[in-house]
């Protein structure tokens, strides 16, 4: 853990600002995405992957199912953020994909078995919209983390019950959800989800050719075409 | 459609189909790219108004005045900020909406699908709404309008461009396409024209070939001629002199008189060397025989050089020459003394040649041209040396009423219309009608009676009355044909061709029938205007074979042979003189020269009819020789099939 921390810090100041012009392209497949996953298609992408991966994936639908089944929203939340936590191992970009920056599909991140804290954000949001919880309870959320005793860049997911609420935090440094006031070693910065978005264009990504301009639409492509 | 106007469609609609294809695509294509640039200012600029937003501590009053300041110094729609429930808290929008400088159907046809650019705004952990932020796109139907104009300017420049150098290459490719396309023409028409190869390659090879085809047609029809010229010569003339036979000169003579448009007075000229025993005995046959090649060389002169004159030896000693002229025979018979007294110089004394010379009434028969011209030569045969006695008729009444009123019945009697055709069937193989001849005949006196065309068409000639009359002997024909349906042919004089205004008034008279009719009308020449009036027979072949007239040369003989360029002619049919068919059956070389003119004109795709038959067996003769068609007093009586 240490170590990932000197690497994290070494590169905070590069990574918020790619990742905010990242965030100007959050349009269209995330309310696609908002209704969860198509199962037979993800089941089909990852045939294509090694054996390991078909048995990771098997048990990420399972989970979601089972997750999807509880009435307690709480309780999806603990599911899914228990199994990203425990089956994924934290490690850099730079070592997992040889990028300074990449952000991976959940499929990609249960191939690898590792990836950093966007990864893992990125694959609890999913992984919730596919147990049934809406959209507007959940945002991506850049923060400054405290770690000890020095500043790091960090993204975790917030849990907002009602809209004006105290958000759960769902996190990979912190495995346990907490309330944000009891998180004081994160600071906020700024929010994202898929809502309010337009869904003309989510349908004509595919031949646009400025899909492929930034991480965020490009993860955004591939999830939705492995059948997120 | 013709290949030059297909090629022409087609330049035209790939050069339309490229400016309207290119000014669409570009158009399409600047409208994506704007409509997208249009997007991500829209996302943008809203997630870094969201960011500055989130970063105010959720002091609503600090984030309306951002918000504001970011409205009133871009170029914004509108900004609004919804909080978590969605209810606007703060909002600022355009009150005046831009108006696009672009036709309202461009705008219509090309709408923008701009998405407004949304970001969520946070106050720490707390969430306070969204930021919804459309940018102003008036302007990019505005420079899309422009855009398109300037796009269409310069491709409708270059298809001008384009459409002018295709103009330019088609024509340059039409030339030799219209030459070879004539030429091909020319050939189904029967004439065999050569023509200047083009610099196109396929052109040029194709032209190539047709030319070497018609030389080769030439040089065939060529061989042809040769060879009838040579069989004439063999057949029909005297061996010595070379001139027609006494058989051949009567036949000929014959159908001189009988002819329509002969002179009113003609001069026949009898010679005859004297005591042709006698000089045999005293300077032997070499010598005498001399003295009869000087004398036809004396005499081949005429018929070589004008036109209907005839040249025949009789038989022994007596020469004959016919001259289809008034007012000429005492000057020639005076100048053919002259020619044989310088002639006859070196044979010594002793070589007398007698001339009686006459000129009469063309419409007198055989028997009283011959007496009167035995008459003067019996007068002259008791001079010594060359002798000539000349005998003319007084000219006759009709004539001495005066030209100008002669001028005035022919013209009277065509303005009144007091004419009709004769009809005179003429027939196939097969006894049936091919097509009807027909002469005109004209009412001079209006109590008197219809008169043929002997009696008035040597006067309509003189007075250039013969195109009025041939182009209403067409005029009754077509009317006539319209009626019933049969085809018929008229005469055209040789003269009638000198009249500039005689083709286009011809072809305006067939023009106005029915198609039908047309094919069913025939117009033919006498056999000198082929050589007469070449160019303008020519003319009159490709002005009205078009429209489906016949054309045909009548009076035909040996002089066919001479016509050198009969493979250019363009024409239908050819009629055979009575000179050249009569007495086919019981001469076995005349029917062998005939069969051979049939055969050459046949090589031209030509129709051969024999004229002026008035035997049985002449007609089975000429059935035999492969005729196509016979006409005359046998004909006539012939019972007819319809």
Redesign the interface.
Known sequence: MSRFVTRAVSRAGRRIRPA?WA?????GLWSALAWGWDQDRLTESAAKLSPRTQAAVKAMIQMADHAAAMPDERDRLAAVNGFFNQRVAFRDDIEVWGQIDYWATPLELLDKGAGDCEDYAIAKYMSLLAAGVPQSRL?M?YVRAQFQGRPQAHMVL?Y?AQ??A??LILDNINPEIRP??LRPDL???????G????S??GATTAG?P?VRLSLWRDLLAKAKAEGF | MSLIRQIWCLVLGAVLASVLGGVAVSTWSLRELLQTQAQLKNADNANALALALSQQKGDAELMSLLISAQFDAGAYESVRWRDGGGAQVFERHLETPQVAHAPRWFVALLPLDVAPGVAKVSDGWKAVGEIELRGQTGYVHEALWRATLSTATWLLMVGVVTGVAAAIVLSRLRRPLDTAVRQAEGVTQGRFETVLEPRVPEMRKLTSAMNTMVVRTRQMFEAQAEQLRTLHHQLLCDELTGLSHRRQFVAELNSALERDDGPLRAGLVLLRLKDLQGLNQRLGHGATDQALVAIAQALRVYPEQVRGCLAGRLNGSDFALWLPAPNVVGDTAQALADALRAGLQNLGSGVGVALGAVELMRDQPMSAWFAAADAALAKAEQGEGVVLELREAPPSDEVAQGERAWRALISDALAQQRSRLLEFPLIGRERQVLHLECPLQLKLNPVGEFEPAARWLPLALRHRLSAEADLQALALALQATQQDQRARCVNVAPATLNDGSFIARARELVQAAPAPVRRAIGLELAEPAAVQHFETLQELGRQLRPLGVQLGLEHAGAGLAQIDRLFQAGLDYVKLDSSVVSGVSADVARAAFVRSLVVMLRSLSLKVYAEGVTDALDAQALWDCELDGITGPWASAQEIKP
Do not use: D, I, Q
């Open positions: 905010l965030l100007a392209w959050t349009a945002r959320v917030a907002y809209p004006e105290e958000p944000a006031s600071t906020p910065v700024f929010s994202f989800n809502e309010g978005l337009w003309g264009v646009n400025l």
